[in-house]
């Protein structure tokens, strides 16, 4: 089963680049990833032939890390600078012949100025979320082999 | 009473700002301004880091031209080694600089402006967008996402990666360049130049359908700015500053680019928190100028490729002369975007691309350096200061978006008095109207500040303020 994890955010904004730490931690580290600044329309393209794929982000409102199934209504954020996951996955299907799973982590951020390093709270979340990848990546392994 | 409409934020542009408009007590236009409300801070960040960092952190400053911003680093890098960097490693630059161009013009034209053209200005803001085209511009649409996924493919393949390529610093580029390289990009250019050609064609054959656009929206003369080669064709790496006004007439030539601060001014507007240059001896704001695909074809007296000069010519035959609506820039992007694939293709068969010497090396022997070159949006200027480690002391940044400042202001202020009519004080403002208010913006494709992506959708609002600065009316809506 072919996974591709793609982690959105700019790590010289703080916690805008935590999704970046959760790929690089037990549980996410051993499957395919693509880390970008943010997601632009080519990457309907780019994730095409894959059984599943998983956007991870920081998001400043989320209150808790948490992974959701990407619906596949016709989404369209507001500033196309910011295409939103659905965006990219219902345009991979339109165009390009995605037939995969798509899914969405969210990870709390607090601190979006300019610096390196991840505030304590993105640090435990984080964790958090790495661990429910984990646990995600291992359920659609098994759900594949059957 | 006198009226001011806010729309914030301005959709489908890169970054955040929002657009005001004043009414006066008849509820007609009395001005418009165009603000940047994003402040990003960069310059400051730079401080006390190495000048050979600069690079890499000076790509963080924006997700859609990062190469511009690692090329004018690496100039000032070199400038400030004082060296001249070996042929293969101007002409790397050069070829991820084409294909850095020609994705980012994509993303303007196709995702970006392309609702508006083929849908309409009047479609609803629900359907004006990337899904609005898929049913029936289906193939239009894929092309597009393709001819950005070329130019991102050639950066990743020269760069090392897409967004933020750290291959090139000062004294050169890190790899050399090799045939599997060239041979995957030569896969595209086919596809690439008919993708273009079928773009040219449907915009030129919409062009008619939209003339009172072309009339009003940002249709004004004024001073245009570019980088040109020693003949004056077209140049996005290394030339010469050359300045035009609305007529033709050369104002400026041969300017040396690592001068501009002698030649060009900075004024500051307490609306935004973007600056206002200007050309010196105009004075401010007399001497407001434009940068970009507009302003590049303006300036060049020819493109030095086949296909773009044909329809550079032509370019410059509709309006007899420099095009002043800004409504062109999307027939320039277009035209850019084919000269980077035929210059692309060029370089392919040029051995010097295939060198083996990429790097020279040497210790820092100057403390100001200063690197520019053509971005997508128009020329980029980084001024570097050092101390005796070669460690930042200040870093000045001249953007292209900044340099189209005042000619945005005055295209919204164009577009608005055009097409917004006198409004009674419950009235709102109609939808295609304020679209076609932010389309004026989004001809210059401004590009603000990438660097903080966060989840999450931005309405457009629209407030609508009396005298004492209370809002009267605000609408929102999803675009």
């Known amino acids: 089963m072919r996974v591709l994890l793609i982690s959105v955010g700019n790590h010289l904004r703080r916690d805008d680049g935590v999704a970046h730490a959760v790929t690089q931690l037990p549980g996410a580290a051993d499957f395919e990833s693509r880390a970008l600044i943010q997601l632009t329309p080519e990457v309907a393209e780019d994730i095409a032939g894959y059984d599943a794929v998983i956007f991870l982000d920081a998001d400043a409102r989320a209150a808790d890390s948490n992974i959701e199934t990407l619906d596949e209504s016709r989404s369209v954020s507001a500033l196309t600078h910011v295409s939103s996951p659905a965006e990219i996955v219902e345009l991979s299907r339109t165009l390009f012949g995605f037939a995969g799973q798509a899914f969405l982590c969210r990870i709390p951020a607090d601190d979006l100025s300019c610096g390196e390093g991840l505030s304590f709270r993105a640090r435990e979340h984080a964790a958090r979320a790495a661990r429910e990848l984990a646990i995600l990546l291992r359920d659609l392994r098994s759900a594949h082999r059957i | ?479």
Request: hydrophobic share 40%; aromatic share 8%.
């Open chain 2, 1 to 479: 009473m006198s009226r001011r409409i806010v729309i914030d934020r301005v959709t489908r542009i890169e970054g955040h700002a929002k657009i005001s408009i004043q009414l006066d007590d008849r509820g007609r236009v009395q001005s418009a301004k165009f603000h940047v409300t994003e402040f990003r801070g960069f310059e400051k960040f730079c401080e006390g880091r190495p000048f050979q960092e600069m690079p890499g952190l000076m790509s963080r400053v924006c997700g859609i031209c990062p190469v511009s911003h690692v090329l004018a680093s690496s100039k000032a890098g070199d400038m400030l080694l004082g060296i001249e960097i070996p042929a293969a490693a101007e002409k790397q630059r050069r070829l991820v600089n084409y294909a850095q161009i020609l994705q980012s013009h994509a993303l303007s034209f196709f995702h970006l402006s392309s609702p508006d053209l083929l849908l309409g200005m009047d479609a609803p803001a629900s359907r004006r967008n990337l899904f609005g085209l898929i049913d029936q511009h289906r193939d239009f649409l894929r092309r597009g996402i393709r001819l950005r996924q070329f130019g991102q493919q050639v950066i990743e393949l020269v760069g090392g990666k897409r967004i933020h390529p750290g291959w090139s610093g000062p004294g050169g580029v890190h790899l050399r360049f090799s045939t599997e390289q060239r041979d995957e990009i030569l896969r595209w250019i086919p596809e690439g130049h008919e993708s273009i050609s079928i773009a040219l064609e449907r915009l030129k054959r919409l062009l008619d359908s939209f003339r009172a656009e072309v009339e009003h929206m940002g249709n004004f003369p004024s001073l245009f700015l570019a980088t040109v080669n020693a003949e004056g064709g077209l140049e996005y790496y290394e030339g010469v500053i050359r300045i035009v006004d609305g007529s033709g007439n050369v104002i400026a030539s041969d300017l040396e680019p690592a001068r501009y601060f002698t030649y060009l001014g900075e004024a500051s507007e307490e609306y935004s928190y973007m600056k206002s240059p200007f050309y010196q001896p105009f004075g401010y704001p007399q001497g407001h100028y434009r940068v970009g695909p507009l302003a590049r074809l303006n300036v060049a007296k020819f493109a030095g490729t086949a296909r773009a000069d044909r329809e550079l010519r032509e370019f410059k035959q509709r309006a007899g002369g420099t095009v002043c609506e800004s409504f062109h820039y999307h027939l320039a992007r277009l035209i850019e975007m084919q000269h980077c694939v035929e210059r692309i293709e060029e370089l392919m068969t040029d051995p010097e691309l295939f060198g083996e010497n990429v790097q020279a090396r040497a210790s820092l022997n100057r403390r100001e350096g200063i690197g520019s070159c053509e971005a997508p949006r128009g020329t980029l200027f980084h001024r570097y200061f050092v101390d005796q480690d070669g460690l930042m002391k200040k870093a000045e940044l001249l953007i292209a978006t900044a340099q189209n400042h005042q000619a945005m202001n005055l295209a919204v202020e164009q577009t608005a008095r055009h097409f917004l009519k006198p409004l009674s004080a419950d009235a709102s403002p109609d939808e295609g109207v304020l679209n076609r208010i932010e389309a004026a913006i989004r001809c210059y494709d401004p590009c603000l500040s990438c660097s903080t992506h966060a989840l999450g959708q931005m309405p457009l609002m629209v407030e609508m303020i009396g005298p004492g600065g209370a809002v009267l009316r605000r609408i929102c809506r999803e675009s």
